[in-house]
């Protein structure tokens, strides 16, 4: 009897191992592939002023939810809003839309800068004045790398009638959670 199951127990592990799990038989196609779309993205890079060639630096958090072959992005950068003798903290918040094809989001955003009207102060600390400027209207094109690295390019315009002169963003970073999940410690390289 233990001869028996001896031999029924190595005959199972002897076709475990020639065939293989269908966990390790999916991996290598998920690997190339690469990360999902969907999560969040800590970015940072550089607003530039078409006209005047004026920079400000902006970094922060995108969150990006694929639906198939459309997407939807929420963010939330801190920057400087230029003004007077100096520049004031400021947040751009905004949410954008648009279609994925394969591993490239090409979309509109909609985004305003929200500054604290007390200098020196987070524009998203609790109970502060703040003011909310322009609307501003963005085309992107997103670039996904399969190891989560993202390149994003924004041409940015007034939407409406509003009082905006263009400018042109760019951010790089990378995937640090998925969407729904705990954050891990990456950081834009």
Do not use: W
Request: hydrophobic share 35%; charged share 20%; net charge negative.
């Amino acid at each position: 009897m233990q001869a028996r199951t001896f031999a029924n127990l190595a005959t199972t592990l002897a076709l475990s191992f020639a065939c293989g799990s269908a966990e390790e038989s999916a991996a290598p196609e998920v690997a190339s592939q690469g990360v999902p779309i969907s999560g969040m993205y800590n970015v940072a890079g550089v607003t530039t002023e078409t006209a005047s060639g004026h920079q400000r630096k902006l970094s922060g958090t995108i969150i990006l939810a694929e639906e198939g072959t459309r997407y939807t992005a929420t963010f939330n950068l801190a920057t400087t809003y230029p003004g007077g003798d100096e520049s004031l903290p400021a947040e751009v918040i905004g949410k954008g839309e648009g279609t994925v094809e394969g591993r490239t989001l090409k979309g509109t955003n909609h985004t305003q800068l929200v500054v604290a009207t007390v200098p020196g102060v987070d524009p998203g600390f609790a109970f502060i004045p703040r003011m909310v400027s322009t609307r501003i209207v963005s085309t992107s094109v997103t670039k996904i790398a399969p190891d989560g690295r993202v390149e994003i390019e924004l041409s940015n315009a007034p939407e409406g009638d509003e009082d905006y002169s263009p400018t042109r963003t760019v951010l790089t970073g990378k995937r640090v959670s998925a969407a729904g999940s705990g954050l891990t410690s990456a950081k834009p390289d």
